[in-house]
């Protein structure tokens, strides 16, 4: 059975950075692509960043790109999420998910993805 389990949030100032990472348990993560999504209270889940499964590839939503990074590490079985220039709209419950299919492909659909993990809680203040 897949699990992701995700560490690393918390409380930031407006500006700074900080990295969240996504734990794969039960598998090896090289055979997954992996994505990070976020959802804020009262709003819709939305995609950030997509790895390919060798971390070749990967793709960004146009309101991290630039600031976050996507990042992985088969031989840990860790994804990692790096995010600069926090602002106080990047203020969310922070997933990470894993899916398998035949071809890499830039999705950050919710649907493409099978596993997910608990979330943790990232907060920006000014």
């Known amino acids: 059975q897949v699990q992701l389990t995700e560490s690393g949030g918390g409380s930031v100032q407006a500006g700074g950075s900080l990295r969240v990472s996504c734990a794969l348990s039960?598998?090896?993560?090289?055979?997954?692509?992996m994505a990070w999504f976020r959802q804020a209270p009262g709003k819709e889940r939305e995609g950030l960043a997509a790895?390919?499964?060798?971390?070749?590839?990967?793709h960004y939503a146009d309101s991290v790109e630039g600031r976050f990074t996507i990042s992985r590490d088969n031989a840990k079985n860790t994804v990692f999420l790096e995010m600069n220039s926090l602002k106080l709209e990047d203020t969310a419950m922070y997933y990470c998910?894993?899916?398998?299919?035949?071809?890499?492909?830039?999705?950050?659909?919710?649907?493409?993805?099978?596993?997910w993990g608990q979330g943790t809680q990232v907060t920006v203040s000014s």
């Open positions: 790895i390919s499964t060798g971390g070749g590839g990967t």
């Open positions: 998910a894993a899916g398998v299919w035949p071809r890499w492909r830039q999705t950050l659909s919710s649907y493409d993805y099978t596993y």
């Open positions: 039960g598998d090896t993560a090289s055979r997954y692509y």
